[in-house]
């Protein structure tokens, strides 16, 4: 290497006292009042500036019902890959599927309209009680009867009857009810969480940070769950162009027994990650001024209402909640698109049908929850 061209390459990048450092602290401290979010792939952090400490909202795993939906919502890509072992040759499906239907079989003994609404007793499915524990308990009876059939006679394990007998006996519709459940219960207590703090939104810098699903997935705005529900809280008024997501950015663990420390420790990283983005942003303006400026458009969603379309390179519009070709493909898409999260197929949409009914989740259709 030669050691004058890499003094002038440290000059302005890759030192602590380069220009380009430099220039993101001096963002950096003209925002220092500014509210900083801060999302993980479980809790979301503010920290609304001058030097005042954060507060953290939890969102995720440790919210009631979200592993019971969750556990109910996988019966589908489950029973599949009983199949997909069968198709290999692998003589581990049978006891893997003696298992899974010993464990539906004492989940749905222990489902029921008290367990959902006295013990689970999650607020945003307040007077869907009944309707869950009737979709749980009948995803659960077609999932026994498929699977005593399949282990009857191992030849009716196919990719054929799992599509007519299995997934279109409800199952496929559990899948969307189950998905579109826990976005609407996470969308209500983030946007009510956000209320509460009284944001200057239009001020508001947002870091989605880390490793949210698998490790493709949610690293575009169009992608990232989190970065939907948030958008969507602001109601408009958070600007697409002040959320960054990065997946290589540092993240503190949920915090217990409300100890804050590792949370307020990360702060100041976390400013200089937004700011120095933002610095080098700015620099479009002072430099290519008069050049076209880079904006973050509208997306435009495929349409799949046309039995004619056998592809598509995002996820389609969802038209309402009975449309069940667009909700149904999207379960295909998040599974074959490995830029999507796994769990956010619909959340786009129960996020934006939660803020058009103001926040109110009884005022919301849920798709597939009434669908047998």
Not at 4 to 16: K, N, Q
Not at 148 to 170: I, P, V
Request: glycine fraction near 6%; hydrophobic fraction near 40%; charged fraction near 25%.
């Amino acid at each position: 290497m030669t050691e004058e061209f890499i003094r002038l390459f440290t000059t302005y990048t890759a030192d602590p006292d380069s220009i380009g450092r430099r220039l993101g602290r001096a963002v950096a401290d003209r925002s220092r009042n500014d509210p900083l979010i801060v999302a993980t792939a479980t809790d979301i952090a503010l920290y609304p500036g001058d030097g005042r400490p954060p507060t953290v909202a939890g969102f995720r795993l440790s919210t009631r019902g979200f592993k019971e939906l969750t556990a109910i919502s996988h019966l589908g890509p489950a029973v599949a890959s009983l199949v997909r072992l069968r198709e290999l040759g692998e003589e581990s499906w049978r006891k893997s599927a003696e298992r899974l239907l010993a464990e539906v079989k004492a989940a749905r003994a222990a489902n029921g309209i008290e367990l959902w609404r006295d013990r689970i007793a999650v607020e945003a499915y307040r007077g869907r009680e009944g309707e869950i524990a009737g979709m749980i308990d009948h995803a659960c009876a077609v999932t026994v009867r498929y699977l005593t059939a399949a282990l009857d006679d191992e030849d009716y394990l196919s990719a054929e009857t799992l599509r007519r007998d299995y997934l279109d006996d409800g199952v496929n519709s559990m899948m969307v009810a189950t998905f579109f459940l826990v976005s609407l219960d996470i969308s209500f207590r983030i946007t009510r969480w956000f209320t509460e703090q009284d944001l200057d939104w239009e001020r508001a810098m947002v870091v989605i940070a880390g490793r949210q699903g698998r490790p493709t997935a949610g690293v575009t705005w169009n992608t990232s769950s989190v970065a939907t529900m948030i958008l969507a809280a602001s109601r408009g008024r958070l600007a697409l162009d002040r959320v960054y997501i990065a997946p290589h950015a540092p993240t503190f663990p949920s915090p217990k027994d409300g100890d804050l420390t590792e949370v307020s420790a990360l702060e100041e990283d976390l400013r200089t990650l937004w700011c120095g983005t933002r610095a080098t942003v700015e620099l479009g303006e002072v430099m290519f001024n008069g050049y076209p400026s880079y904006a973050p458009g509208a997306f435009t969603l495929p349409d799949v209402s046309d039995p004619g379309v056998t592809e598509v390179s995002e996820m389609p519009a969802i038209h309402s909640a009975d449309d069940m070709r667009a909700l149904v493909t999207r379960l295909r898409v998040v599974l074959e698109d490995p830029r999507q999260l796994l769990s956010s197929c619909v959340t786009d949409f129960a996020a934006a049908s939660l803020a058009a009914a103001g926040n109110d989740p009884t005022q919301v259709a849920v798709p597939g929850l009434n669908t047998p």
